[in-house]
C-alpha cells in the first residue's frame, strides 16, 4: 500500500527545484495549449480524406524511424550524460555525439540511393523512389531537432525545449489550415512533399533556436576538439537496441496496416491511433522532466531523492494519463465526429482503443524509468516480448473485426510488455517502487472504464464528461489520493510550487 506521507518535491535540492518544477508547469501548459492545434491538423487532413491524413501517419512513422534507426540512443543519451559532464565539455560532447549519429545515418542513405525499393515499407511508394531518398538525405535534420532539444532537457532548461517544440506543433496546424483553405485539390495532389517539406523546415527553425541558446550559454567556456564520456558506448549501444526493437514494438501496427488495408484503411487507423498518440505526446513531455530529475539525482549518488521523485511523479502523472485516455472511450461520437461523419463507424474501435491507450502511457513511463536509472537494456526484453504478442495477436483479430480487432491487437501486446517492464524495474530500481495501491486503482479503473464505455455508450460529451469524472473520482478514492494530495500536484503542474504527492 502507498504510503500518505508527503514526499519528493520539497526534498528537491534548492539547485534542482526551479528547474524540475518550472519544467513540469511549462511542459503541462505547453502541451495543453498544444492539444488544439495537434487535433486541429489531423481534423484538418481526415476531412480532405483518409489519403492525406495517411500520408500524415507515414510521416510519423518516418519520425520515429530516424529517432530509433538514425539518431544513435536517441533523447535519453544527452539527458543522461550532461548533467554529469563538466561545462566546458559540454559542446564537444553534443559534436562528436552528432557525427557519430550522422555515421550510422550513411550506410541507409546508400540504400535509399540504389536501392529504393528495400524502403518500400517505410515509405509505401509515396511519391516514387526520388522521395525515398530525398527523405533519408534530409533525416539529419531531425537529428539535430532531437540532439539539441534532448540537451536543453539534460541541462533543466526544459521550458525552452517545450516551446520549440510547441512551435512545430502550431507550424504543422498553420501549414495545414492554409492548404485546406487555399489548395485543397493541390494538396490531394502533393501532400506527401508539402507536409514532409513543411515538417522538415519547422525542425531545422527549431534546430537552430536550440543551437542560439545552447551556444550563448557556452560561449564563455568551450573545449575544442572531439570527446565522448566513459561509459558512452555501452550505455548508448543498449539503448540502441532497445530505441529499434522500440520501433518494430510501436510502430510495427502501422506498417503491417498499410500493407493489410491500403492506404484508405491505413488512413482511418491513422485517424483512431493520432488521437491516443496526443494524450502519449502529452505524457511523454512530461516523463522528459522526470528521466531529467532521476538522472541528476543518480548522478548525484542520491538514490533515496531518486526514489522520492519517481513516487512523486507517478501518483502525478497515473491520474493524467487516466484522464486523457479514458477520454477517448468516453468522448468516441463526439471526438470522431469532428473528423466527418463518415468516421463515426470507428466508435467501437475507439472505446477500446481509450483503456489500453492508458496501458501504453503506463509503458512509457516504466520504460523512461529504466533509462534513467542506466537500464535501457533491460526493456529490450520487454520489446521483444510486445512484438511477438503483436504478431501472435493481429492476424485472427485483423480477419474477424477489421479496424478494431487491430485496435485490440495493438493494446493487448502492450499488456505482457507492462507485466515484464515491472519485472524488471522492480528488480533492479535502487528504491523500493511504492505505488501497488495507486497501481492496482489504475486497473480497476481500466476495466471499469470499458465496461461502461460499451454499456453505457454514451453519445454526446455531457454524458461523457459525467462517466470520466465518475470513473475518475472511483480511482482517486480507491488509490488513496488525499484533497491535499491533489491540490498539492495541481499547484506543481500550474504553478511550479512545492505541494505534497
Known amino acids: 500500500m502507498d504510503t500518505a506521507h508527503e514526499i519528493g518535491w520539497a526534498a528537491l535540492p534548492r539547485d534542482l527545484r526551479a528547474g524540475v518544477l518550472g519544467g513540469l508547469r511549462w511542459t503541462v501548459w505547453l502541451a495543453a495549449a498544444g492539444v488544439p492545434f495537434s487535433y486541429g491538423t489531423r481534423v484538418l487532413l481526415a476531412r480532405m480524406g483518409p489519403e492525406p491524413l495517411a500520408i500524415y501517419g507515414l510521416l510519423l512513422v518516418y ?19 550532461l548533467p554529469a559532464i563538466e561545462v566546458e565539455a559540454r559542446p564537444a560532447f553534443l559534436r562528436t555525439y552528432f557525427l557519430v549519429s550522422l555515421l550510422g545515418w550513411l550506410p541507409w542513405l546508400a540504400v535509399a540511393a540504389w536501392r529504393p525499393q528495400w524502403l518500400h515499407w517505410l515509405f509505401g511508394g509515396v511519391d516514387g523512389r526520388g522521395f525515398a531518398w530525398a527523405m533519408m538525405a534530409l533525416a539529419p535534420i531531425p537529428i539535430l531537432f532531437s540532439l539539441l532539444l534532448a540537451a536543453l532537457k539534460g541541462e533543466l532548461q526544459l521550458a525552452r525545449a517545450q516551446w520549440i517544440y510547441r512551435n512545430v506543433t502550431v507550424g504543422m496546424f498553420v501549414v495545414c489550415a492554409l492548404l485546406f483553405f487555399r489548395a485543397r485539390a493541390w494538396t490531394a495532389a502533393h501532400a506527401a512533399v508539402l507536409l514532409w517539406g513543411a515538417y522538415l523546415a519547422l525542425n531545422l527553425a527549431g534546430a537552430a533556436a536550440a543551437w542560439h541558446i545552447l551556444n550563448r550559454n557556452w560561449t564563455s567556456a568551450r573545449r575544442p576538439g572531439w570527446w565522448l564520456p566513459r561509459g558512452f558506448w555501452k550505455y548508448t549501444l543498449g539503448l540502441q537496441g532497445s530505441s529499434m526493437l522500440g520501433f518494430l ?78 477520454a477517448l472511450a468516453c468522448w468516441a461520437v463526439p471526438l470522431l465526429s469532428v473528423y466527418g461523419g463518415a468516421y463515426l463507424q470507428l466508435q467501437t474501435a475507439l472505446r477500446w482503443l481509450g483503456p489500453l491507450a492508458a496501458i501504453a502511457c503506463m509503458n512509457y513511463l516504466l520504460g523512461s524509468s529504466l533509462a534513467a536509472l542506466g537500464f535501457p537494456h533491460l526493456e529490450m ?121
Open 63 to 81: 519520425v520515429n524511424f530516424v529517432a530509433a534507426f538514425l539518431f544513435l540512443g536517441g533523447n535519453a543519451v544527452a539527458i543522461r550524460f
Open 249 to 326: 514494438a510501436t510502430q510495427l501496427d502501422m506498417l503491417i496496416v498499410l500493407q493489410a488495408g491500403g492506404v484508405a484503411e491505413f488512413g482511418r487507423y491513422v485517424a483512431l491511433l493520432t488521437l491516443a498518440a496526443m494524450a502519449a505526446t502529452a505524457v511523454k513531455l512530461l516523463l522528459d522532466v522526470l528521466m531529467a530529475s532521476l538522472t541528476h539525482a543518480m548522478a548525484r549518488g542520491d538514490s533515496r531523492l531518486a526514489g522520492e521523485l519517481w513516487t512523486s511523479h507517478c501518483r502525478m502523472l497515473v491520474p493524467l494519463v487516466l484522464v486523457l485516455n479514458l
Open 381 to 501: 526484453q520487454a520489446k521483444a516480448v510486445r512484438i511477438a504478442s503483436y504478431l501472435a495477436l493481429f492476424f485472427p483479430l485483423w480477419s474477424r473485426w477489421g479496424l478494431s480487432g487491430a485496435v485490440l491487437a495493438w493494446g493487448g501486446a502492450e499488456i505482457p510488455y507492462q507485466s515484464v517492464n515491472l519485472w524488471n524495474l522492480g528488480r533492479r530500481a535502487p528504491f523500493r517502487l511504492n505505488w501497488t495501491r495507486t497501481y492496482a486503482a489504475f486497473v480497476g479503473a481500466l476495466a471499469a472504464a470499458a465496461a461502461a464505455s460499451f454499456v453505457w455508450q454514451p453519445q454526446s460529451f455531457l454524458a461523457g464528461l459525467v462517466m470520466l469524472a465518475a470513473l475518475l473520482s472511483g480511482f482517486l478514492l480507491a488509490a488513496g489520493y488525499t484533497a491535499r494530495q491533489l491540490v498539492g500536484h495541481l499547484r506543481v503542474l500550474t504553478l511550479g510550487a512545492e505541494g505534497s504527492a
